[in-house]
């Protein structure tokens, strides 16, 4: 197994942070990317860095790493470190920010690349994409609303790092009962998460589709995303400033995915909605009928009414989309049931979300298109 990896992660804003006893430096927004070895423990070392908690900060890494969002690793069978970095900052707008960054033990420029953009030059990353990121496959077929099956491809270079074989045809539960019907096509790329649990049905988990761009179909995720984006900024984009939440909080017979009170004393109801279709960098509402969504809109229609707030968010899972259609070939009685809220005094709102192999996170507000998208807030 080829001791080498690139772990990259991205820093949203420009901060300062002290790197131990390396001493304090200026990190500017972007992507980076750091080389790295490990002869034992391979995959346990990338886990850790992938992972935000409370661990003990022992590398330079550590220390930025707990200042940024996790992009993706790869695994590389190279020559060496310093080799290996000197080809990532060879790469076009790629710059080495702080020198003998990581590079305690040798004589290099440093083992710390800063890219403007990292989804422009992936293509020319050397290695492969770690399995604990996603492992690669294609779709076959939906044999069910919960369940696909696919394709496995495994490099000979992540080989001992994964139960499975090159070609193997397995299961993977599919988190999202929408239609999908323009990424469920055959031979379409995928990544796949290994289940951790002996007793399930099925071994996988559907984590990404590749549309240009990877698209995540893990519904739940959206709601993830803007519990992250309070966490993070401490407001929602138009909703404003926000004090406290909570999940999952149930009320006039339904369940909404959110209960947030703001600092001026107001409280507003939140559901959230996942989205995956795009066509044209205009994303589109789901064509599933859902008869839930509806009752949970109208009842948020009747908070409205009786003098409370209530907001629907669209998170549109991938990162290719400038804004959002409310009409189209989309399901009729949701277009309907979107703009009768709007019209009641629900604000509608859609944000776009950064996507990567294993992660995801709120990138800004999209337009909306054919509904009122006017704030009370």
Sequence with gaps: ????????????????????????????????????????????????????????????????????????????????????????????????????????????????????????????????????????????????????????EVPETIEPLVEGNDGDVVDAYLPNTSRLGELLTEGRPMLLEPADDPERATDYTVRRFWDGTWVSVEARRAEDAIDDWMQWRDQLPEIGSIESWKRQVERSGHRFDFWVAHPDGDKTWLEVKSLSRAESGVAHLSKTPSSRADAHLETLGDFVASGECAALV?????????????GGDADPGWIESVRRAADRGVDVLAVRTRVTPSNLWIEEKLPLRDVRASFSR
Aim: hydrophobic share 40%; proline share 5%; with cysteine.
């Design 314 to 326: 669209f998170v549109l899972q991938r990162d290719d989309v400038e804004a959002l259609e409310v």
């Design 1 to 152: 197994m080829p001791p080498f990896y690139l772990a990259a992660f991205h820093i949203p804003e420009s901060q300062t942070i002290e790197v131990g006893a390396f001493g304090t430096f200026a990190f500017e927004p972007g992507d980076y990317v750091y080389i790295g070895r490990a002869s034992r423990g391979f995959d346990a070392r990338l886990a850790r860095h992938q992972r935000l908690d409370d661990k003990t900060l022992r590398w330079h890494v550590d220390y930025v790493r707990d200042r940024a969002r996790w992009l993706r690793a790869h695994v590389v069978d190279a020559e060496g470190e310093c080799e290996l970095a000197d080809t990532v900052a060879d790469l076009s707008g790629a710059d080495r920010p702080i020198e003998g960054f990581g590079a305690s033990d040798c004589q290099c420029d440093g083992h710390l690349v800063r890219l403007d953009d990292l989804r422009a030059v992936q293509d020319q990353l050397p290695g492969v994409l770690w399995p604990g990121d996603g492992l690669r496959a294609r779709f076959v077929e939906r044999p069910n609303r919960f369940v696909v099956r696919a394709k496995l």
